[in-house]
């Protein structure tokens, strides 16, 4: 889709997808979740749609699917982090788009949604993978939510931030080669020019070229 077209997409369901960023909001502040030491979660939620929001016409294949591509960004962790189940998600999804939008909305989430597990490697297991490739539209929001943690790790100097940085520059070709499901679909798809933003952020500018046409041909 061009750019205009998302752009405008965007326009003709701001009030919508208004209505969604608050109840995204209000369900995390429900949660008393927060962000980094002391920010609302609302703030990492609307990192991650400002992702969205710039880069969705690269994946975009039809402007029904705006909706449920902005609903994924705002509802990513709603299941991870704020105690909903599949269905609660649905029941919400459902009350802002049709049945076809709210399925497709609602696997993004789930399919963006963590496994069981003890430690940060099994959380993201090769079964939350495989589930983000074969779901359209979560190989891109999961970079968006990806990118959005990078760069407010970066933007941090304390020890927290400094930490997750190193381990975010350490995952990252793990993170895109499980991500890619090197599809035709462009719903599929994990844009170079999201991936580059990443890179910007982690990689030194002297070894950056090398690192992207290394890691975006895996």
């Known amino acids: 889709m061009e750019k205009k077209e998302f752009q405008a997409a965007l326009q003709r369901n701001a009030e919508l997808i208004g209505r969604i960023r608050q109840s995204a909001h209000d369900l995390h502040q429900g949660v008393n979740q ?71 909305a609602t696997e993004i989430v789930y399919a963006l949604t963590n496994e069981k597990g003890r430690s940060r490697e099994e959380r ?25 943690n990078i760069t407010f790790s970066c933007a941090g100097k304390d020890a927290d931030n400094l930490h997750m940085k190193e381990v975010y520059k350490k995952e990252v070709p793990h993170f895109l080669s499980s991500i890619n499901p090197h599809s035709q679909d462009p719903r599929l798809g994990v844009p170079a020019d999201l991936v580059e933003q990443l890179a910007e952020q982690i990689i030194d500018e002297m070894q950056r070229e090398e690192w992207l046409a290394s890691t975006l041909s895996l």
């Open 124 to 148: 993201a297991n090769e079964k939350f993978y495989a589930g983000i490739r074969a779901t359209p539209y979560a190989p891109f929001l999961k970079l968006c939510d990806r990118v959005a």
């Open 34 to 104: 927060i962000y980094g030491k002391n920010l609302p979660y609302g703030y990492h939620l609307d990192m991650v749609a400002g992702e969205a929001t710039e880069f969705g016409h690269l994946v975009c294949a039809d402007e029904r699917d705006v909706v449920p591509i902005m609903f994924g960004a705002y509802y990513h962790d709603s299941i991870e982090d704020a105690r909903l189940t599949y269905n609660d998600v649905m029941k919400i999804a459902r009350s802002f788009m049709d049945a076809e939008q709210a399925l497709m």
